[in-house]
């Protein structure tokens, strides 16, 4: 017989649910934190919860936890309703942005916390709780690490001390708050492929909350955007970028001009001018057409759809970023060659070579 991996019988332990969330209201003194939310979180998935900070994440994800208790609405595991359920029987996993680790305790006890302190009938043997020990440890890269203490550890391997203690009790979904929202750059970037990993090894559902657009989108299967208590759009990483359901999502995924703009016998005007944008079907009046750095071009001065001066340049990867300052001081970027004969100071005009557009009001 094949020798069982110890990734492969971690996957094994349970089916993965969906969680869902029906029409939760959270209402602290009188102003709402989360309007009416409704999101599927399907089984196995890695879903960013991402927005702007005070926008509701954490709320969000209390309630799904049941560390908050929603004003109205309903919270869903595999079906069944978990509105009711206190903390300790959802079997909910969590990382929270700051470190929880026992400081005392070892990484292993620490990770073998959950199942230490369960009463004795549910309680595995102790060669058992360290053998799946070991095996977590093994997981987040960390073997060996057993007998080190948090303050002997580094930022980034205490969080990943978390997760393994997180999913030592076996739980249903894993709920992680801005887990790596206190590491440096580079750590992020690298805990990034890492979770990714072990997400596609462990196959957990999971809700990971971020402010960060970058972390969401490279992380996550779908992504969620939660603006100001309200779910503005949840899709793939693909949908949300490309098709924008809303100015905000426009917005807080990335740079991006507005123009006024209007929707006319089924064309997009900018300036009086027909852009090369989709208008949406069957509707008329003033808009708002919004272009990425890429959509736009510069061109001649006294040519294209509006006028301004070059008055930054920077390196942006294997691109230019071009800042393009207009008369009425609005500034606007514009992504163009490495190699370009644009500088500081010169008039151009600017082209629009696409766009997503939006009716007003
Ligand atoms: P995020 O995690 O996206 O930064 P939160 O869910 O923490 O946002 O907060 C959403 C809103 O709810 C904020 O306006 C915040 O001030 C408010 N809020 C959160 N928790 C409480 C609380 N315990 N009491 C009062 N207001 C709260
Ligand atoms: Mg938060």
């Known amino acids: 017989m094949e020798p069982i991996s110890p990734v492969a ?3 094994e332990q349970g089916q993965a649910v969906d969680i869902r969330v029906a029409d939760v ?31 509701g994440k954490t709320t969000l994800l209390r309630v799904i936890a049941g560390l908050a208790q929603a004003d109205r609405g ?41 199942l230490k302190v369960r009463e004795r009938a549910n309680r595995p043997s102790k060669s058992e709780i360290q053998r799946r020990v070991s095996e977590l440890l093994d997981l987040v890269q960390l073997s060996g690490f057993d007998n080190r203490f948090p303050a002997q550890l580094s930022g980034g391997q205490r969080q990943r001390v978390a997760l393994a203690r997180a999913l030592a009790v076996e739980p249903r979904v894993l709920l992680l708050d801005e887990p790596f929202g206190a590491l440096d750059a580079k750590v992020r ?14 196959g957990k559902t999971t809700v990971f909350v971020t402010h960060d657009q970058d972390e969401a989108l490279e992380l996550a299967d779908r992504v969620a955007v939660l603006n100001q208590g309200r779910l503005e759009q949840v899709g793939s ?10 100015p905000f999502v426009m917005t807080f995924l ?19 001018k027909p852009a090369p944008v989709a ?18 071009k510069p061109v001649p001065a006294g040519h294209g759809y509006h006028q301004g001066i070059v008055s930054g340049i920077r390196r942006l990867g294997s691109m230019r970023r071009i800042e393009v300052s207009q008369a ?34």
């Open 254 to 272: 990335g740079q991006a001009a507005r123009f006024n703009a209007e929707i006319r016998d089924g064309r997009v005007l900018v300036n009086g």
């Open 328 to 361: 009425d001081g609005k500034k606007l970027e514009v992504e163009v060659a490495l190699v370009t004969n644009l500088s500081v100071g010169e008039e151009i005009g600017l082209d629009i070579l696409d766009g997503v557009i939006f009716r007003d009001g």
């Open 25 to 55: 209201t959270k209402v602290f003194a009188g102003s709402a934190a989360l309007h009416d939310v409704n999101l599927t979180v399907r089984p196995g998935e890695l879903l960013a919860l991402l927005g702007p900070s005070g926008s």
């Open 74 to 114: 309903q919270v869903f595991f595999g079906g069944s309703d978990a509105t009711r359920l206190p903390v300790q029987k959802r079997q909910v996993g969590f990382v929270f942005q700051h470190y929880a680790l026992f400081k005392h305790m070892s990484v292993a006890d620490n990770v073998a916390y959950g």
């Open 237 to 246: 990483p693909d949908d949300v970028q490309d098709h924008p359901a809303t």
């Open 9 to 11: 019988r971690i996957a």
């Open 279 to 296: 208008a949406p079907k069957s509707t008329i009046g003033q808009a708002s057409l919004y272009c990425r750095p890429w959509h736009l």
């Open 189 to 202: 970037k690298d805990l990034r492929a890492w979770l990714r990993d072990i997400h596609e090894r462990t």
